[in-house]
């Protein structure tokens, strides 16, 4: 396989309902659409789901833009491949940068599975027909605001709710939702907030029965989070910290996790999330898939990771409508009481509406002919 062609759309799209974490706020979101186009005419698309500001990842929209320009797409246009696992060797001497990577990776699986002719599940090894999806939902200006952004998700059927938290919002919007939903599988994810100092009000969340903790302390401060671990019986689940299947084995070799969320992004693309899956099923920890608020061919891709076997938890993949009033795939990705199906068709298994990324295009690039 060879790709003679490559552009880069950066397209524009409102939030249906703005999003705030410790770390960022959004009300809309700039991600860059991947194409990349063998000698065929074959397409496959990948989308770079990073945010504007450097606030949960180091990079940003520009930065992305600047190192796939220049960098990654230079790097695998006319060099001859026959797995897509082999791109990462082409641009090995790029450091971080992983959703730049993330994006021109997940278009080549996905060029791939176009020209197996097979579901992008098949062609990485998935097994399930349909994956389940829980909900991530934003800090709020009140608990009563809150309240009713959980009970439109549980009404809906999602099994599983994330609250983010911050110092100012942790116990009283937990003990609140708990309250409300005796039963519900509830986990918190703090961005990397807190720091050592703030653990006896980090071990009080113990008492909510939360299915995890996810990402309290910085992403470099794995120590704070194996001290957390010990002295709580709620899984410590980690974000933020691994981008490498090198950070994954250190957490492991410190007793930093028990639980963990893989973000093709954050990993820079499907093929290191995979491994990382890999990895973390030989150790017996539980992983889900963690989400960007990806269009839909983000999304897609994820859901098709997570029918990978060990995707045990269920994953931030929720129906397009909880993103987008209109996503950029056609059909949108749909849950029915929180379950997607995979997609059985080749490639993603949903065909990418050309007319909206276009209305939506506020920067282009095309290299090669
Ligand atoms: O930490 O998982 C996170 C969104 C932006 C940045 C960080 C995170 C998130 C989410 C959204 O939680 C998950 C989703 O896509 O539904
Ligand atoms: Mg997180």
Not at 21 to 26: E, N, P, V, Y
Not at 66 to 73: D, F, G, N, V
Request: charged fraction near 20%; proline fraction near 6%; aromatic fraction near 6%.
């Amino acid at each position: 396989l060879k790709i003679v062609a490559a552009r880069l759309h950066r397209v524009r799209m409102p939030l249906v309902h703005e999003f705030r974490t410790s770390s960022h706020r959004k009300a809309f979101l700039d991600h860059i659409l991947v194409e990349l186009e063998d000698a065929s005419g074959a397409v496959g698309w990948g989308e770079i789901a990073s945010s504007s500001d450097p606030y949960y990842a180091p990079e940003t929209v520009e930065t992305c833009w600047h190192i796939a320009s220049k960098y990654l797409l230079p790097a695998v246009l006319d060099r001859p491949w026959t797995h897509p696992d082999q791109l990462q060797a082409a641009w090995s001497k790029v450091r971080g940068n992983y959703f730049a990577k993330a994006g021109v990776d997940m278009a080549a699986w996905v060029l791939w599975a176009e020209v197996q002719q097979l579901p992008l599940a098949t062609v990485l090894g998935g097994t399930r027909t349909e994956v389940v999806a829980g909900v991530s939902l934003g800090i709020e200006p009140t608990i009563d605001d809150l309240l009713v952004q959980v009970e439109r998700q549980v009404e809906a059927g999602y099994p599983r709710v994330k609250l983010k938290i911050a110092p100012d919002w942790d116990v009283e919007p937990v003990r609140e939702v708990r309250a409300a939903y005796p039963e519900l599988d509830l986990h918190v994810d703090a961005n990397g907030i807190y720091t050592a100092g703030d653990l006896p009000k980090l071990q009080k969340l113990d008492a909510y029965r939360l299915t995890m903790i996810e990402q309290p302390f910085a992403p470099r401060d794995l120590l704070t989070h194996a001290k957390l671990q010990r002295t709580i019986g709620t899984p410590v689940c980690l974000d933020e910290s691994v981008e490498t299947v090198a950070d994954l084995e250190t957490a492991l070799a410190l007793d930093a996790l028990q639980v963990l969320n893989i973000k093709v992004s954050r990993m820079g693309g499907l093929t290191a999330a995979r491994a990382a899956h890999d990895r973390a099923r030989d150790a017996g920890v539980a992983v889900w898939c963690g989400g960007m608020h990806e269009f839909g061919i983000g999304r897609l891709a994820n859901v098709a990771l997570s029918s990978l076997p060990g995707f045990t938890l269920p994953s931030d993949v929720s129906a397009s409508e909880k993103y987008y009033a209109r996503d950029i795939v056609e059909p949108a990705v749909t849950a029915v009481r929180g379950v997607v199906q995979v997609p059985q068709a080749t490639g993603l298994g949903h065909a990418v509406d050309r007319e909206l990324v276009v209305a939506n295009t506020v920067a282009e690039l095309s290299l090669g002919p």
